[in-house]
């Protein structure tokens, strides 16, 4: 009887949610995309919810309609279908670009009276561009660039007063240029078309160019000398090799995707910080090295496969390369592995793109790597959004965390306003991390290693608990030199290559990890007396004399009732730093150990300082 209603209940909150979904929207996309070629990642699944796990499918907040489809490099081919998309009358953005859609420019979207940013660039469109373009006044963004688009440039385009960027190059537009006064442009591109006459007076704030290519007369163009609107759009953020630079066109086709989940954990927490920012904003000199091995796996990727990123099934917005490079990227940090990103992309979307080099494995291994790690979704482990393998480019992207990695919490420049984390976020990050690491190795048949477990490659989950990122990487790289690397501080030292790391190797570096929180010590640091010291034999010489108090970090010695607690991480975090790799426990055998330290708990004074790590500072960028 009680099951029965439950059941009734559950199926009614089904068919509620299902109701709550904008059924025509829905009909009119898949009558778009059924009478198109596509690409065969998209997950337009019609038993699934168009505005919870459509892949470029935005819906408004209420979900009562899709206000944005963006669908770049999906290698959609042919005409876009009469009265499909049309049907989408709430829509905002349409990004088609950087696909081989053929065809007029499509009548049915003058009914698309919302539209603010229409992006159909890199396309085969052909023949006279639209006469009016006043029935869109709310368009913000037009750029119907690299196609075919022939005839003349529509007066009516001075009507959209809120336009700001123009961009019509590459293409075989012809006649004069319109005398366009709006002062709002800001982006103007008319480059490589078959123009005539001169550049009407309004426009000569613009770069010449704007305007070559064409057969103008006496263009008298004031280059960029307007300091109020930066010309150049900014491209190469993410910087490019010394000669092969990163080949925008060549890799326009791909998409990222990022997902819902990845949306929901950028919102959710903010602290301004910046991943290994230990590491610094370093200068991108991109070494040139070419490996060999990757040329053997270029044979085996077939044609089709090329520059498309493979993302992972999630995934919900999509982007292509092309956003990728305009987006501001910043280095967060460089490891032994690559460079690493953050790349704020449209619809203020963060991610994290972490350029490989030194890749040693071909296309296929390196695939079944990602698969693999693509598909751990567990609460301590950071999802895998997508991965990209051409000869020249490796990139694997992966969610933003605001709040930075644990080394940066650490040992990161104190900002103003920043505590340093207390005893109960050092607790919580520490038990995450190994509930993480021991799912990992339970993965691929008990046989993955993630090989890399480092304060830089562990963030805070919505909870505050440990979430291990950087999986399965260090089995497919070149392998990493002893000396020198802050990295050797966390490596077992039986592990000679790093590409042979074992279970009881990752809970080695798991140990020195736990060590490095008791401490809050860099595994490999520098004495004022220029000394180098391996915090795992430090730690172990101090327990030895039976000075075991001074190991602890003194920020954590304001936190009252805790030295039980401390003393009993440190006994987990010596065992598992054990030199031989017999002796050290297994993962699963730390999880219970770390899980047992809070069972003991009787402090009254912890609820205070838990409640004061729960509250994330809200970042107002
Ligand atoms: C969607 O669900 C219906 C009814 O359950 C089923 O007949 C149909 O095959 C499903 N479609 C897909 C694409 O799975
Ligand atoms: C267009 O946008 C306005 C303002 O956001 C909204 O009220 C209106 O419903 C939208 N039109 C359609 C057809 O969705
Ligand atoms: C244009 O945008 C404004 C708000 O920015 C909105 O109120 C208006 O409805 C939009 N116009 C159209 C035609 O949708
Ligand atoms: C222009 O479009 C073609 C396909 O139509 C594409 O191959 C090329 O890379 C595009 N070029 C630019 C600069 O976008
Ligand atoms: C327009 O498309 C071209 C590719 O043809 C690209 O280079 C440019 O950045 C785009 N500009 C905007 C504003 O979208
Ligand atoms: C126009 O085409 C040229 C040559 O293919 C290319 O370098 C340029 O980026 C293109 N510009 C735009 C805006 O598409
Ligand atoms: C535009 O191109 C089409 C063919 O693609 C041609 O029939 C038409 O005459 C051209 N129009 C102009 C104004 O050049
Ligand atoms: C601008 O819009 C107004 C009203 O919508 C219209 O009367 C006028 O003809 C338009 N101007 C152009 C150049 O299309
Ligand atoms: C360029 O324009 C001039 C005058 O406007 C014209 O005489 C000439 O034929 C044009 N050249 C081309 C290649 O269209």
Redesign the pocket.
């Known amino acids: 009887m009680d099951n029965k209603m439950f059941l009734l209940f559950i199926f009614s909150a089904v068919l509620v949610s299902v109701e709550a979904e904008p059924v025509q929207d829905k009909q009119a996309l898949l009558d778009f995309l059924n009478s198109m070629n596509h690409s065969p990642h998209l997950n337009w699944d019609e038993n699934s919810s168009v505005c919870q796990t459509w892949r470029g499918v935005t819906c408004n907040t209420d979900e009562s309609r899709v206000i944005a489809i963006r669908l770049p490099g999906a290698g959609l081919s042919g005409l876009i279908p009469p009265n499909t998309l049309t049907r989408l009358s709430a829509l905002e953005t349409v990004s088609l670009r ?1 696909n ?1 859609i053929t065809g007029f420019f499509p009548d049915g979207f003058s009914e698309l009276k919302n539209l603010t940013s229409l992006y159909l ?4 469109f052909f023949g006279p561009l639209p006469l009016d373009f006043s029935v869109w006044n709310n368009l913000t963004v037009v750029n119907l ?2 196609n075919s688009f022939n005839g003349s440039i529509p007066y009516s385009i001075s009507n959209l007063t809120q336009l700001t960027s123009l961009v019509l190059a ?1 293409n075989s537009l012809s006649g004069v240029i319109p005398d366009i006064y709006i002062p709002s442009l800001q982006e103007l591109n008319l480059a490589n078309n078959k123009l005539n006459g001169v550049v009407p007076k309004s426009l000569l704030r613009f770069p010449s160019w704007a305007f070559s290519g064409n057969n103008l007369t006496s263009v008298t163009t004031v280059s960029s000398l307007s300091p109020a609107f930066p010309m150049k759009p900014p491209y190469n953020a993410i910087p490019s090799k010394k000669n092969k630079g990163l080949n925008e ?1 060549a890799l ?1 086709g791909i998409i990222i995707g990022v997902c819902s989940l990845g949306f929901a954990v950028i919102a959710g927490v903010m602290v301004l910080c910046c991943y290994d920012y230990a590491a610094g904003v370093v200068e991108p000199v991109m070494k040139s090295k070419k490996n060999e091995v990757s040329s053997k796996a270029e044979s085996s990727g077939s044609r089709e496969d090329k520059n498309k990123i493979v993302f992972f099934e999630d995934c919900k917005l999509a982007f292509d390369l092309e956003d990728l490079l305009r987006a501001s990227a910043e280095i967060l940090g460089k490891g032994n592995f690559g460079t690493t990103y953050k790349a704020a992309l449209e619809d203020a979307t963060t991610v994290v793109v972490k350029r490989l080099k030194e890749v040693s494995v071909g296309k296929r291994e390196f695939q079944q790597q990602m698969e693999v790690v693509g598909k751990i979704k567990h609460d301590n482990v950071d999802t895998l959004r997508a991965y990209y393998y051409s000869k020249d480019e490796k990139l694997v992207v992966s969610d933003y965390y605001q709040q930075g990695s644990v080394s940066s919490m650490l040992h990161g420049q104190r900002r103003e306003g920043r505590t340093s984390l207390d005893w109960d976020s050092r607790l919580k990050i520490a038990i995450g991390t190994s509930r993480g690491i021991a799912h990992i190795h339970t993965q691929q048949g008990g046989k993955l290693v993630h090989g890399n477990i480092k304060a830089s490659n562990i963030f805070l989950n919505s909870q505050g608990y440990g979430c291990v990122s950087d999986i399965g990487l260090a089995t497919l790289m070149s392998p990493i030199p002893s000396p020198g690397t802050r990295a050797t501080g966390y490596r077992a030292p039986e592990v000679t290559d790093t590409r042979k790391a074992t279970h009881s190797s990752d809970v080695y570096s798991f140990g020195v990890l736990l060590l490095e929180l008791l401490t809050g010590k860099s595994p490999i640091y520098t004495t004022e007396g220029e000394q180098v010291v391996q915090l795992v034999r430090w730690v172990n010489s101090v327990v030895r004399e039976e000075w075991t108090a001074e190991v602890f970090d003194v920020e954590l010695l304001k936190y009252p009732n805790i030295e039980e607690e401390m003393v009993e991480m440190l006994q987990i975090g010596m065992a598992c730093a054990a030199r031989m790799p017999d002796q050290r426990p297994k993962m699963d055998e730390v999880v219970r150990m770390m899980e047992g330290i809070r069972r003991t708990e009787n402090r009254p004074s912890s609820t205070e300082s838990r409640s004061e790590a729960s509250t994330p500072t809200i970042d107002a960028t």
Do not use: M
């Not at 660039?121 to 085969?124: A, G, L």
């Open positions: 950087s081989g660039q890199s396309n085969k660039s690299n590459n066109t326009l």
